[in-house]
């Protein structure tokens, strides 16, 4: 099972953060206020459709006393399985969620069949457009009694203000790197994993502020019964904390030719160049905080004693406008890696000219020593470099910048790259999805969006269930670097049964549920 459906916050008492929502949440369902219709904003994995199916109970639960949701009554249960008819949830970024929405006028009328209230959970409501968001607006206008809608986004500027004000607006807030250590620690108790605090820290930086990130990190590591920081960082590629402080101490002592030395080390044990530049800008951002005396607010928390008492050190070592300097430069490598055929060339030239950065930012004040000659000559050298490398793009250059140029096709490329190791990483989660993913292509590639075509309506269906999405788009998520959503398109069948037969073998209750479902239907038709 995978470890963020484990996880999924069941009462809003276990929901972390978020007090704000949970607090105005509580006291409406208290005083029996809730609103018929609600708008849940807040970035990916902060809980919004876990909350939205904690009130689905709440209103619902058939408890008298006690904690509500009871999470023991047949309605809980069944909404908690996802088995309750009355709780429909719809992915506006769908085919099928905008079909659904555009019938919503002539399902809503009808009872609840077993629950008190109908409730309507609409993901990524922005994703509708046209006659979609009119349907909905008129369902929001007079809606029944015996519904209640909740609206998610994690784009609240593309709603219209027509549908705002129709609804009562509850924000959700990004993870705190302690939150998502909350939950990490949490997580790992329950599933009888070992792991340490500097790992769990990293975790949950690593996370972002996504609640589902957090966790999906830590069963990416769960094979691993004892999890330290080593594993974490090697794990997920990062760079090493202790090798990353200790090319920030050369720069400090403005050895260029040690920099050099130790960038090269680090490439020899195969980390990942972008990683690598990430986790110094990371380092670099946590020590400007220390320098404008904000550490014990806000880096203390987010590191172990030992780290923190480091960093303080290195921090010491720097000028406030030094370090300025330095994260500017290693910000523009990470724009010049892109269309460089040296990878390493841009981060190398930015740490050699930090190097000498007490000079350029001071250079009015100070006149030139000997050695920082020597360093200019080294740094100019490498600027030369790179120059020839990107000023004078031999062919294999041209082709790099056209790419970058158009994110389809080396974004599919990237992808078709990698199909095994997304067929991996599906399969370890979902043996019939591997199957179906097996018979189907990669049609396009956009910036929020990937669309998969498929040979058969009901493949498509099943790409579309939610637990399908949820793997598939945090998968390409991961490989191209950022959020994608997924898209289906039908195809041409193929002529041979082969793919058919695989999904047909497969032991998943819902896809056999619902392909007995359409196949019924086309023999009813
Ligand atoms: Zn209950």
């Not at 369902?139 to 705002?164: D, R």
């Not at 402080?245 to 080390?265: A, M, P, R």
Request: hydrophobic share 40%; glycine share 4%.
């Amino acid at each position: 099972m995978v470890l963020y459906r484990k996880y999924r916050s069941q009462t809003l008492d276990e929901l972390i953060g978020q007090q704000t929502a949970k607090n105005s949440l509580l006291s409406a369902f208290k005083a029996q206020k809730l609103a018929h219709a609600y708008l849940f904003c807040g970035p990916r994995g902060t809980g919004k459709t876990s909350t939205a199916r904690i009130l689905a109970k709440m209103v619902n639960c058939e408890a008298k006393e006690g904690v509500i949701p009871c999470n023991r009554c047949d309605a809980c249960l069944s909404i908690t399985q996802g088995t309750n008819m009355d709780v429909i949830e719809m992915d506006a970024a769908s085919n099928r969620g905008i079909e659904d929405i555009r019938n919503l006028k002539d399902t809503i009328k009808l009872a609840a069949s077993s629950l008190k209230k109908k409730v309507y959970i609409i993901d990524e409501v922005h994703m509708l457009s046209g006659d979609a968001f009119n349907a909905l607006l008129k369902t929001l206008e007079e809606p029944p009694s015996h519904v209640i809608f909740i609206l998610a986004t994690t784009e609240v500027q593309k709603i219209p203000a027509t549908i705002l004000s129709r609804v009562t607006r509850i924000d959700f807030k990004q993870a705190t790197v302690t939150e998502a250590a909350e939950l990490i620690k949490k997580a790992a108790a329950l599933e009888e994993i070992e792991i340490d605090e500097e790992a769990v820290l990293t975790l949950a930086k690593k996370a972002g502020g996504s609640f589902r990130d957090a966790i999906k990190f830590l069963d990416q590591l769960s094979s691993f019964k004892k999890i330290d920081s080593k594993i974490v960082l090697e794990g997920l590629g990062s760079g090493d904390f202790s090798q990353t402080l200790n090319l920030l101490k050369s720069i400090s002592l403005k050895k260029s030719s040690d920099v050099l030395d130790k960038l090269n080390e680090q490439i020899q044990t195969g980390i990942n160049i972008k990683e690598l530049t990430l986790s110094l800008l990371d380092s670099l951002r946590q020590i400007l905080y220390i320098k404008n005396g904000l550490g014990e607010r806000f880096v203390k928390a987010e590191n172990s004693e030992e780290k923190y008492q480091q960093l303080c050190d290195i921090a010491a070592s720097f000028e406030t406008d030094q370090v300025v300097f330095i994260i500017n430069n290693i910000q523009t490598s990470l724009e010049q890696a892109r269309y460089t055929s040296i990878p390493i060339l841009p981060l190398e030239i930015a740490l050699v000219e930090s190097c000498g950065v007490e000079k350029q930012v001071r250079s009015d004040k100070q006149s030139l020593r000997s050695d920082d000659l020597q360093q200019e000559t080294e740094s100019q050298k490498v600027r030369e470099l790179v120059e020839q490398q990107v000023g004078e793009p031999e062919i294999a250059d041209t082709q790099t910048l056209q790419d970058s140029d158009n994110p389809d096709s080396s974004d599919l490329q990237k992808i078709a790259e990698r199909w095994n190791y997304i067929l991996e990483t599906v399969k370890a989660y979902n043996f019939s999805l591997e199957a179906l993913m097996r018979s189907s292509k990669i049609l396009e590639c956009g910036e929020s969006s990937v669309v998969v075509e498929v040979p058969y309506a009901f493949h498509q269906r099943i790409l579309e269930s939610a637990k399908s999405r949820d793997l598939l788009e945090s998968v390409f998520s991961d490989i191209l670097g950022r959020q994608i959503k997924v898209a289906t398109a039908l195809g041409k069948r193929p002529v041979q049964r082969e793919e058919v037969s695989n999904i047909e073998v497969a032991a998943d209750d819902e896809i056999v549920r619902i392909a007995a479902e359409i196949f019924n239907s086309e023999t009813i038709n």
